[in-house]
Every structure is written in structure tokens, then in C-alpha cells.
């Protein structure tokens, strides 16, 4: 029997050690390009039907979402998930939350208070652009609270993830996982096309050479907040056609495990059919 | 010269007769189904463009948006135009909106509250799956204010819309036009099909019997509040694959007269390459 992708990409457990999951690994699915493409209009039909369905429970009092959060270092391909695996479903069922630096506003309240606000209501599928979880990534590393309060932080988001799960949200996270060496060819290519400067920031490279610490930092979370009810996965990213196969088919494994259906109709189908009949316009 | 879509789709000025245009009507664009897939390919790469351009152009600045209003009878057809035609663009780039019924809360304010909070930010493509129109047409049809009070929100929509404008929204709002026969067909297919029947509610029938009085209202409005900022199409919709081209004709027009530019770096690109290539990780 093959491996799905929830199994093959999912955190080990134990002690995470980044170094040893391989970034241009291709450990199942497909081998290039072609293959991809191929596997991934597969993966679009089934994502469309099953999003139509989830989204067709919650308009008749179904309670469950999906909640996809994806993480990783600048140029990791957060963006090129959206526009690519999360892009092949129909937006209507969608809710896509980018967090940014805090505003002062939201740095005045519990770091989850913003998070909250962005959690899917039933029937879609949420989208997190970075997350709750840059309060022990970037906070840790450029140690913008005291080390007691993002320690203190891993439980509180354990607790808030076990929370979401209890409400019905089905909760996966990504690691986009990429090399140095990746990042630096990707940076430079912003760098070199005017069509893609907008999306350098000088403070990339700032970040880029906390690489270590944001690594450390990283494998605390995925070891301290992986659970099964918010398991997280580590995705190769070197390759974008191979991140944008695993994420679409994780999605497409938890949706398959979720298998909405079509609710029933809650009014009388034959009545109605007599009613249109006798409508004449 | 070929006229083009906001040409040929645009309401005529003076007294509009919704009856005098043809629901099945092709009078531009492809022909047939094939043709018309042809020209959504293309139309798809030239939206892709010019959308990532106006949202660089917003993280850089810019305030310019664009807002689609989708209107139109039951099956005619919102829900698809969302997700084939808008669905061709960068999920992150979009805001959709969908108004349903008002809540307590939001009756308790002005009809435009909730409204105002759905308008896109700079970059984005707002879409409203209805919108304040409904504030002239069921509440108009359905009497659920008074004249005086439905009568004034044409002038009210009027400004507010003029207000979009001059703050870099760019509104362009569509109704979709079909037969009440076109209806009946759609609304019998919803009712034999049960992956389909979670989109019909006997609410509709209803709206159907006020046929008359639905066009009334539309015309109304389409007369009232159309304007060169915030200009009216109405689309033949009877023909789902033509009603979708021409909405993303009409989109990619409207994008390609607003010519988005990728916004220059803020930042000095010869001295960024040397702080990545001195980056060693």
C-alpha cells in the first residue's frame, strides 16, 4: 500500500532535527515536472468536489472547516501555494488571512486575539499566510518579548489549536522547507526582475542571517505544537512543482478523511417541483 | 475597429426595457463553446498580469481597487461567474463578499454599513455576490421600507459610488440577465439533482412569481445608478460559457485602461545584491 501524503510529510516525532529532512526531497508522488502536472489536475477535480460539499454542509448547519496554515523562511513559496494549490478552489469557499507585523492595536491585545478573528467559519477552507506562530519564531529569535512569555507561548497555542479542532476546524500546518542556497537564488532573481522587486525586502536578508536561530526556533515549534488533532508537515520546497503537489494532495487526504456531503434538502422536493411548474412567469 | 466588451455590455442611457435585450444575445466575443474556451485562456493570462501588478502597485502605495458587482435573479448565474472568472486570479489578490439577508445588527444601521466594510483595499479586486442593490430592488419589490425611504437610496447609492471612485475604486457592476424559462430549467436541474438541491430554497419560487416586479426594479436602478464612474453592463446570461467570458472580458478591459505598473524598488537594488551575496548562512 502506498504512503499518503499525511504520513510521509508529517513531523517526526521526538526531537526535530530540520537538517535531516532533505529540501529537494521527492520521497513519494511525482518525479518531475510532467508528472506533476499530470497528478495535479487530478488533485483539482477532487479538491473542487470536495470543497463543494464542505462548503454546501456548512450553508445547512455543518460546523466543520479546514484550516491550512503555511509557514516557512522568506521566498519559501507561501505565496506560490495560494496562487497555485490554494488558487485551484472556488474562492467562495476560501478565507485567506495574511499576518503581517502587528499594528500597535494588535500588539495591545493577547497574540492570538488577531488570530482568532481570521479562523474559518463552517464550510471554508482558511488560509493562514504566516501565523500565531511567528510569536515564537520571530519573537523568539529577535527576542521581541521576554524568553518567559514565547516559552509560555507553545502551550497556549497547543491549547488554542485543541480548541479550534473541538469547533470542528480540521487544522494542518506546513513548513515550507528550503536551503540557504534556495533562498539565495531566489532572492536574487527578485532581485534581478523588475516585475519581482516589489517582493524584496531589504529585511530578508536580515533575517536570512539569523538562518541558524530561525531553524532552531522552528524545529521548537514543529516539536513542541505538533499534535494529532494539528499536525504539522514538513514540506521539500527546493522544488516549487513539488511543494505545490504535496500541499495540494495533504489537502486533498484531509479532505478525503473529512468526506463532507451534500446535505438533504429541508423542504418537501416533489412539493416544489409542482410549485415551479405552476409558476408561470 | 472591434467595439469592446464595455461598449457593447454597458445599459443604454435613457429608459431602460430589460425586455429589449436578448438574453441569449452574443453580440460580440466567441461564438460557440470551444471558441470561447479559447478565449478564456487568454483572457486568463492577460487578468493574472495585470492583477499581480495592481496588488504590487498596492503594497507600494498605490489606493487603486476594483470593485465588481454581481447582481442578477436566482440561477442566473453569480456563484459561477465567482468561481470561474474570478477564480482565474490569485485567491490573495481578491475580497469577496456575499450579502445575504440583513442581520438585526446590520438593519439597525444604514443600509451602506455593511457595505462600506466589504470595499476593497488598495490592490485588490472586491467582488460583490449581491450587494446594495438589493436595498432598491427586494426591498423595493417586497415593500420592507417605504417608497420614501427606497426612492432616496438611489441618490444615496449614486454618491457613495462617486465616493468609491475618488478614492481609486474602480467600479464596474453587472447584471445577469436571463430568461425566466432559462430560470425555470435552472431551478428544475437543482431540484433532480441532489448535489445540487442545497442551492435551491423555496424563496425562490416566490421571488420568480414577482418576475415583473423584479425587472421593474432592475431597470430602475440600472437607469438611476449608472454612471461613467460606476457604469452598469448587462450580461446575456442564458449562455453560462458566454456570460463567463463576457464578465472576464469586461474585468480585463477594465484592468488593461487602468494599466497597474509594478511599483519601482525602495530600496537600492545594486546594494542589496552585495549584502546577499555577502550573506553566507
Known amino acids: 500500500m502506498k504512503a499518503t501524503a499525511r504520513e510521509t510529510f ?3 516525532s521526538g526531537p526535530v532535527d530540520l537538517s535531516a529532512i532533505d529540501t529537494a526531497g521527492r520521497p513519494i508522488g511525482p518525479k518531475d515536472k510532467t ?6 489536475g487530478e488533485l483539482d477535480a477532487r479538491l ?4 463543494e460539499a464542505l462548503y454546501a454542509e456548512g450553508t445547512a448547519g455543518g460546523t466543520r472547516a479546514v484550516l491550512l496554515v503555511l509557514q516557512g523562511m522568506d521566498t519559501s513559496g507561501k505565496g506560490g501555494v495560494i496562487s497555485h494549490v490554494v488558487g485551484m478552489v472556488n474562492p467562495q469557499g476560501l478565507h485567506i488571512a495574511s499576518f503581517k507585523r502587528p499594528t500597535p492595536e494588535e500588539l495591545s491585545h493577547d497574540f492570538l486575539w488577531r488570530i482568532r478573528k481570521q479562523v474559518p467559519t463552517p464550510g471554508r477552507i482558511g488560509v493562514f499566510d504566516r501565523s500565531h506562530y511567528e510569536d515564537v519564531l520571530v519573537a523568539r529569535v529577535d527576542s521581541l518579548v521576554e524568553e518567559s512569555v514565547w516559552q509560555a507561548r507553545y502551550g497556549q497555542i497547543t491549547a488554542f489549536e485543541k480548541e479550534l479542532s473541538e469547533q470542528g476546524v480540521t487544522v494542518l500546518k506546513c513548513m515550507l522547507h528550503i536551503s540557504p542556497q534556495e533562498q539565495a537564488e531566489r532572492l536574487g532573481a527578485r532581485l534581478d526582475d523588475p516585475q519581482k522587486r516589489w517582493k524584496y525586502n531589504p529585511g530578508d536578508i536580515d533575517s536570512r542571517e539569523k538562518w541558524p536561530a530561525y531553524q532552531e526556533a522552528y524545529a521548537a515549534a514543529l516539536e513542541r505544537c505538533d499534535s494529532d488533532v494539528a499536525p504539522w508537515f514538513v514540506i521539500p520546497s527546493d522544488r516549487k512543482w ?3 503537489w504535496a500541499i495540494a494532495a495533504l489537502l486533498a487526504e484531509t479532505l478525503d478523511d473529512l468526506a463532507p456531503v451534500f446535505p438533504a434538502p429541508d423542504y418537501d422536493v416533489e412539493e416544489e417541483r409542482a410549485r415551479l411548474k405552476a409558476s408561470v412567469v
Open 35 to 40: 508528472d506533476a502536472a499530470r497528478a495535479m
Open 48 to 51: 473542487d468536489a470536495r470543497q
Open 10 to 12: 508529517r513531523v517526526p
Open 242 to 244: 513539488y511543494r505545490n
